[in-house]
């Protein structure tokens, strides 16, 4: 009889181990597409990414670099103070996108052309995403309030 307990103990805790890898396994193929890395135009110039990988770019708009296409069409540039990335958009930018001021743009690196396909900037006049901020600040471009 004890021997018989034993043997059902084991196989529910297998069963549930096995449960659990693929549980495990389940989110992390759902979750793969969803992950996108933060990058700085000098880690991106750097080493760069396979024209499928899909990452967001954050920098400040380089001044004069913003031009309006026909249609939705834009294109600018983006910096980190080390290096600069052209950047293509195809959309409506944000109200508050704006020449010298941070974004963070999704999208992939195509021939030398970050090709957005979605661009945030701050929401008001003194956020800014985290890592945008350490990427600037290690660059010594962000003076921001807390500097």
């Known amino acids: ?21 693929m549980a495990t396994g389940l989110i992390g193929y759902a979750m793969r597409d969803g992950i996108s890395f933060f990058r700085a135009p000098s880690q991106v110039i750097a080493e760069p990414p396979a024209p499928t990988e899909v990452f967001r770019l954050g920098g400040l708009v380089v001044e004069g670099s913003i ?24 959309g409506v930018l944000p109200d508050l996108f704006a020449e010298k001021e941070g974004m963070v743009g999704t999208g992939k690196y195509v021939n030398g052309v970050f090709e957005a396909t979605e661009i945030l900037s701050k929401h008001d006049e003194s956020y800014m995403p985290a890592e945008l901020v350490d990427t600037l600040r290690e660059q010594g471009v962000y003076k921001g309030p807390d500097s």
Not at 1 to 21: D, E, G, Y
Not at 67 to 90: H, I, K, L
């Open 67 to 90: 031009v309006r296409g026909t249609g939705t069409a834009t294109r600018f540039s983006v910096t980190d103070g080390r290096a600069v990335v052209p950047v293509t958009f195809e």
């Open 1 to 21: 009889m004890k021997s018989l307990k034993k043997q059902r103990r084991i196989q529910i805790i297998l069963i549930t181990v096995v449960a659990l890898a």
